[in-house]
């Protein structure tokens, strides 16, 4: 409603005043303010704030009168009165020089500014005043209120009497009341009327007059209220008759808002009592308290001492409440709190220590309530310095606070009611400026910053500079639009203003005309003739009605009130406006579809339509009257009229159902009378005028019903006229305000499946709620309340000098406004809950279930029906939490909906929580049916806490199982952690989820990223065949702990057989692929655990088998033979004098085995040049080197071992080939430099680079080529070198078992499988045949070794302990023989080949099993 903005300012006195000031009062006009000091009296003009005129009483004058007290203007401001502490009352009058003026404006040369221009001078300059003692009256008693009363004075005095002094005639007019003599009771009607006073000390301490009851309300001195009203024209005793309110008794102060005929009296507890007149009885009504809750203000909530002041703005929609020991505090009209400055940043130092509140002994609201007047009670202390200082202008304690306040409190019936829209003095404050800012953000930033310094608006540069952007992100920020200083400058104050209904025009209006704004161009339009615009006063209210702006004005030539329809597109000109006459005066405008509404003082409603019409250039519209409606039976005084507004909100939904185009129709009216909403709908019981009729007005005549009451204490209200089928219970719906009571809808309820309503069920029902954000706006599809809250920055760590210790940078945060929004649908679904109206919670909740933070929706409903009904200290006869429950499991999000809430509450709840959804062991179940693995986690952790480690051990297994089926690697690490401390007895504290978790890439192989060439613990242990050298070491990550020193610990070995099961079922079902994955990603030994499983799990069936499924996994082509095959190199003999002879060589001096390792890799034993390119990233790589991978790959691998193959690899394949690492060409030159190519054998080599695999493939095999190899499972060594066609790994694995003495059975399955590869190829894939054909020469040797290993066994007895024992030494040496002794250079070669293997795996790691582009850097 009303936010503070920026800074309070203090006024600069130009006189030296000697004496603090003590009483602040503004005109009833809002011009002027006068100032009292004890013996002087200077009027103040309001903008600027300067000083007209200042009265000094003269000492022997003033010690007669006493000092001066309390001050109250005449309703026309021309005269002031005055009261002393000695019983007397200074009349002053206020001439005004005519045609003089203190300022004058001066205007650079060239200004468009005018001096001829009507209201110039008065407008522009502060005018000349002079004050002038008129009359004394000595009242002979201590006065104790003043009070304007039309054209009276009501003064109160001391010894119990009431004066009436007439403005003129002061001394034939006095009239002097007893208050004794006037009769009080409990209500008008009451019988008994004798006095109630009985005592003669009681006398009227605090008074206010109120117009719109026709009384004053009043504190007596002992701490009762009441209220007086005359019970006839004539005031005197016999006339007067007092009500008492009988629950207050300890009143100290009263004010009264006219608006709302409310009375707030404040008491000595601190709060203030708020009472209204009951119209039927007479008597005085409670209606809400103003109040601070301990919960909120824990620390100063009963301190605050008694009410001090209470003021209500002058639109009466905020008052403004402030204590004896200091603090501002603002409400709204029924009790919602908007600010406080007992707590936060205006009650402590950013250093957190306690700052003393602003004591304040006087304060006065400014023009249309954009400045509070505040004289500071501190002032005295602040005042010393700064006289010593001998400044020209003497800063005294009068501060003024800066407020903006949302468009509704002026012109409720804005026409777009789902956009926040807040006006400042010079500017507005949108929230939807988002159309605006999509195409950039930052320039309407800027647009809003550039303005000048002396700025206070929630950006300005200050803030800026402390929020940093937090602010402007996430929608947080707000379009700020200047308000054209050309119009502000005749026309402050802004009194209304309106938004379109796309939001992308504003208009204002000011003292006279109005003007208009596009936030898509960033232009004002302002009147051409500025005669036109001064002579147009608008009374009611503006809306905007597509392109046009529609409003009500007074014409000041014609003395004529009009309503006109302006334009948007042609100029701001009478000429383009359509002028209707309108018989009485204006108070409000509202827009229905095509139909405006007025409400008129003489309390009719007029309802006009309104049509486009294009003629000529300029479309233009046109207004034709409809309906009128006398309202003056129900409305007492027009002025309580606070909106009007046409809805298509109707009661009986029966109708809409079978005619829903009725709906949107203007039913009925909705009138907020001071706080009663009352809507008066159209009759249809009398004949129904069909459609078909040809005149179409006619339907709109209908009569309305009488009134119907709906609510009390309505703020402000929201409805739409919208249609949408899918939403009809939020579109159809009527949204409330209603201060410190919450939120109110109105929701229609509607039968199910069409089916004819119950008779017994209502069709619509009120359902109230709370929201912790004042509501400014409903999105009624979104379900959503949006709203703006104040926020404040502290500053005063700028100002560390001791002189700036009484800036009011220091004294006070600087406030800013942010907007802010609420979800309100799990109160609405929870209240129908409440009712037993399930059955339309459910449609309303299947209509949002598609709002993205419908699942938030559905926990918050279930969080705080638990918080409350588990934490009751009574029994609840009724439970709500089964019947949520139930609700909930109609949505698919019920398991994640029951467990967020679960690890969201205490752990002392879920026993009541759970007894409601259900055993969480049961749910833990559901989850993994549901294979939902993420939430069964979650309820995990639940059943740790409730249940013995036995129970969750069981659970977790089954969630680690599951998890490792479907490879959730996150997961799984989890899992492990999860069971490790389980099994360590760590039951007390569930394991927390890692915050630093690598982020895993999608099944990639991560192992690469920890590896590094060292001798793996595990390994060590385990006795293997072969060398372990060059494992690989376990990963140093979170997961890498667990294979730790208490490795031998029954848990660890509990989780490791786990593992191994699902190792070993991955080998038995051929999946490769996921074994590795599963390595990388767990830290599992898989070298390790392939030495162990080497006769078991690691053997290979089916050769033929494993095969296909390696194709089909690593997504590898199979080789096909081209038809031009017949001129193949292997038919003319060129193989064999061409590489035959160099192959045939690099076997036997086993260089180019090491080398054909690492072809893939690109690189070369005798090279290092990998080093200096390897650290660069991979694009870089790509863009330096995008020729030679192919030619490299077309070289380095056994091209001719795959000869004459085409590919069916995919455009694709060939383009991932070319990410390698560029390498080293010298070893080239070396071994092909005799080759001599021909055209065919150039196809050969596309051909070779199309039947490969992708590259991340092919790294991946190589990966598992060198695990293999290293774990010695030869079976798997040679299915990989047959999938990728390199003869050198199958070399490799025939020296190995030549010059080892290998396990007879693997040589023999290994033989047994080749001879079925054969087979196979020779009837279904013959593009093996020609790779085959080269390793033939290797397979007849194997089939030898075969024979000869055979044939002694067959004779000799074996000792089967001690066979293994006797093998390993000696596969070791033999081992070792054949890998490093053949030749000096290969031991540094493969090392060296297998580090670079490793750092090219790294380098691919993060992406290794993911598609797309390989740009990761490695450092």
């Not at 803030?463 to 308000?483: A, C, E, K, N, Y």
């Not at 706006?777 to 560390?800: H, K, P």
């Not at 590259?1255 to 990728?1284: N, P, T």
Request: glycine share 6%; with cysteine.
């Amino acid at each position: 409603m009303y936010f503070l903005s920026g800074w309070p300012k203090r006024l600069l006195c130009p006189l030296e005043p000697l004496e603090r000031p003590l009483h602040i009062q503004t005109d009833p006009q809002r011009a002027f303010f006068a100032v009292l000091f004890p013996s002087q009296l200077s009027i103040w003009y309001c903008r600027p704030s300067v000083l007209i005129v200042s009265y000094k009483e003269l000492s022997k004058a003033a010690s007669q009168f006493g000092p001066y007290k309390q001050a109250e203007w005449r309703p026309d401001s021309t005269m002031i009165a005055v009261s002393t502490a000695n019983g007397y009352i200074l009349f002053f009058e206020i001439p005004s020089a005519r045609d003089k003026y203190l300022y004058e404006p001066m205007y650079p040369k060239g200004s468009p500014h005018l001096k001829g221009t009507p209201h110039y001078k008065e407008e522009q300059c502060a005018p000349s005043l002079n004050l002038e003692m008129k009359k004394v009256l000595d009242l002979q008693a201590s006065i104790t209120s003043l009070q304007s009363m039309l054209e009276d004075l009501l003064v109160s005095t001391a010894d119990g009497f009431l004066h009436l002094i007439h403005w003129d005639g002061m001394t034939n007019g006095r009239k002097a009341i007893n208050l004794c003599t006037v009769p009080f009771s409990v209500d008008l009607q009451s019988s008994r009327a004798g006095s109630l006073l009985g005592f003669e000390d009681v006398y009227i301490r605090d008074m206010e007059y109120c117009a719109t009851l026709d009384g004053f309300a009043v504190v007596f001195n002992d701490g009762r209220v009441g209220f007086i009203t005359p019970m006839s024209s004539r005031f005197t005793a016999e006339q007067l008759h007092g009500v008492w309110a009988q629950d207050v008794v300890d009143g100290t102060c009263v004010a009264v808002n006219n608006k709302y005929r409310l009375m707030a009296f404040g008491c000595a507890n601190g709060s203030v009592q708020v009472y209204t007149i009951d119209t039927t009885t007479g008597a005085m009504q409670f209606s809400h308290k103003l109040e601070l809750t301990p919960k909120q203000y824990p620390d100063i909530w009963n301190k605050t001492g008694p009410v001090k002041l209470i003021r209500w703005s002058p639109d009466s929609c905020v008052v403004m409440v402030t204590w004896e020991c200091g603090g501002l505090s603002l409400w709204s009209v029924f009790g919602a709190q908007l600010i406080c400055t007992l707590g936060g940043d205006f009650a402590y130092q950013s250093d957190g220590a306690k700052k003393d509140p602003l004591k304040i002994c006087s304060m006065t609201w400014g023009s249309e309530g954009y400045h509070l007047w505040v004289i500071d009670g501190n002032s005295s202390s602040n005042m010393k310095p700064e006289r010593n200082a001998n400044s020209e202008a003497q800063q005294f304690g009068i501060l003024q606070f800066q407020f903006i306040k949302s468009a509704l409190t002026v012109n409720p019936c804005m026409s777009n009611q789902e956009q926040v829209l807040l006006q400042g003095e010079d500017r507005l404050y949108l929230n939807c400026g988002d159309a605006a800012q999509t195409q950039s953000p930052r320039n309407t930033l800027s647009h809003s910053e550039h303005n000048h310094t002396r700025e206070r608006g929630p950006f300005s540069d200050g803030s800026l500079d402390s929020q940093g952007l937090s602010t402007l992100l996430g929608h947080r920020h707000w379009h700020v639009v200047q308000i054209h200083s050309t119009y502000l400058e005749s026309n402050w104050p802004i009194r209304f203003s309106a938004i379109d209904k796309l939001g992308q025009n504003v208009a204002v209006v000011g003292k006279f005309g109005f003007a208009h704004y596009s936030l898509l161009t960033k232009k004002w339009k302002l009147f051409g003739n500025i005669t036109q615009e001064q002579t147009m006063m608008v009374t009611g209210g503006l809306a905007w009605w597509n392109d046009f702006i529609v409003l009500a004005c007074y014409n000041l030539n014609d003395h004529q009130e009009e309503l006109r329809i302006y334009l948007r597109t042609s100029n701001l000109d009478n000429a383009f406006a359509h002028i209707t006459k309108v018989q009485a005066n204006t108070l409000l405008l509202s827009v229905f579809r095509d139909i405006v509404i007025l409400f008129r003082a003489d309390c009719s409603i007029c309802l006009y339509s309104i049509e486009r019409r294009s003629e000529g250039l300029n479309p233009t519209a046109s207004i034709q009257i409809l309906q009128e409606v006398s309202m003056s039976r129900y409305i007492p005084h027009p002025f309580l009229v606070v909106s009007v507004t046409l809805t298509s909100v109707r009661t009986e939904t029966g109708i809409t159902l079978k005619m829903p185009q009725q709906a949107c129709e203007a039913e009925s009216i909705m009138l907020n009378l001071a706080g009663q909403l009352i809507m008066l709908q159209r009759d249809r019981s009398g004949p129904q005028i069909r459609d078909k009729d040809n005149n179409p007005n006619q339907r709109k005549h209908l009569p309305f019903c009488a009134p119907v009451v709906l609510a009390q204490s309505v703020e402000n209200v929201w409805t739409t006229c919208r249609i949408n089928k899918q939403k009809r219970h939020l579109l159809e719906a009527l949204w409330l305000s209603c201060g410190g009571a919450g939120m109110k809808v109105w929701l229609p309820l509607f039968p199910r499946d069409h089916r004819k309503p119950h008779s017994f069920l209502s069709r619509r029902i009120m359902l109230p709620f709370h929201i912790n954000i004042y509501p400014l706006a409903v999105l009624f599809e979104d379900a959503l309340v949006l709203g703006a809250v104040n926020d404040t920055v502290l500053y005063d760590c700028l100002y560390t000098q001791t002189s700036a210790r009484e800036h009011l940078e220091v004294l006070f945060p600087f406030s800013i406004v942010e907007r802010t929004s609420q979800i309100y649908l799990h109160h609405i679904l929870r209240q129908l809950l409440v009712r037993n109206l399930g059955e339309q919670a459910l449609l309303l909740a299947h209509s949002c279930a598609t709002l993205p933070y419908f699942p938030h929706v559905l926990e918050l409903m279930l969080h705080e029906v638990l918080e409350e009904e588990a934490t009751s200290r009574e029994p609840i006869p009724d439970p709500l939490l089964p019947t949520v429950a139930k609700f909930i499991t109609e949505f698919p999000l019920f398991l994640q909906t029951v467990v967020h809430c679960a690890r969201k509450t205490e752990y002392a709840l879920w026993n009541y929580l759970f007894a409601a959804v259900g055993n969480p062991k049961d749910l833990f179940e559901e989850c993994l049916m549901a294979q939902d693995l993420d939430t069964a986690a979650s309820y995990l952790i639940i059943l740790q806490n409730m249940e013995v480690p036995a129970v969750s051990r069981q659970h977790a297994t089954l969630l680690f199982n599951t998890a490792l089926e479907q490879g959730k690697w996150d997961l799984c690490r989890h899992m492990i952690r999860f069971l490790k401390a389980i099994g360590s007895g760590e039951t007390e504290t569930p394991p927390a989820t890692p915050t630093t978790q690598e982020p895993s890439s999608s099944g990639g192989f991560e192992f690469f990223r920890h590896r590094s060439i060292s001798l793996s613990q595990s390994a060590e242990n385990l006795h293997s065949k072969f060398n372990l050298t060059k494992t690989l070491s376990m990963p140093s990550g979170p997961s890498g702990k667990r294979w730790s020193k208490d490795s031998d610990c029954a848990e660890n070995m509990y989780i490791d057989m786990m593992l191994w099961r699902h190792a070993r079922r991955l080998l038995e079902e051929i999946k490769l692929k996921d074994l590795g994955c599963f390595a990388a990603q767990l830290g599992f030994e898989l070298i390790g655990w392939l030495c162990k499983e080497r006769a078991r799990a690691a053997r290979v069936e089916d050769f033929v088998c494993a095969l296909k499924k390696l194709h089909k996994d690593f997504l590898w082509p199979f080789p096909v033979i081209p038809a031009s095959s017949i001129n193949s190199p292997f038919k003319n003999g060129k193989y064999k004098t061409a590489v035959g002879e160099q192959l045939l060589k690099s076997q036997s001096t086993d260089t180019f085995v090491n080398m054909e390792m690492d072809t893939g890799i690109s690189n070369t034993p005798r090279s290092r040049s990998w080093l200096g390119t390897i650290s660069s990233s991979q694009r870089e790589i790509d863009t330096v080197s995008s020729h030679g991978p192919h030619m490299q790959d077309a070289f380095l691998s056994p091209l001719l071992s795959k000869g004459d193959e085409c590919s069916i690899g995919s455009a694709t394949d060939l383009t991932e080939t070319s990410s390698m690492v560029d390498g080293d060409w010298t070893m080239v030159d070396e071994n092909f430099s005799s080759l001599s190519l021909t055209q065919s054998e150039l196809e050969q080599l596309s051909l070779e680079l199309a039947s490969k695999g992708p590259h991340k493939s092919q790294v991946q095999l190589r990966y598992l080529l060198h695990i293999f190899m290293e774990a010695g499972c030869l079976d798997w060594c040679v299915v990989i070198g047959l999938i990728l066609r390199e003869s050198s790994v199958i070399n490799q694995v025939f020296s190995i078992m030549q010059s080892s003495d290998i396990d007879g059975e693997i040589c023999q399955n290994i033989k047994t499988g080749l001879d079925a590869v054969e087979k196979w190829a020779s009837t279904d894939c013959p593009g093996y045949k020609p790779f085959l054909s080269i390793i033939k020469p290797q397979i007849q040797k194997l089939n030898e070794i075969v024979e000869e290993q055979v044939q002694p066994e067959a004779f000799q007895p074996v000792n089967p302990s001690k066979v293994p024992e006797q093998v390993n030494p000696r596969a070791e040496e033999s081992r070792t023989s054949s890998s490093h002794g053949t030749n000096p250079q290969s031991d540094a070669g493969s090392s060296n080949a297998s580090r670079h293997e490793e750092d090219k795996a790294k380098t691919e790691d993060e992406d290794s099993f993911q598609e797309g582009s390989y740009d990761c850097v490695v450092s």
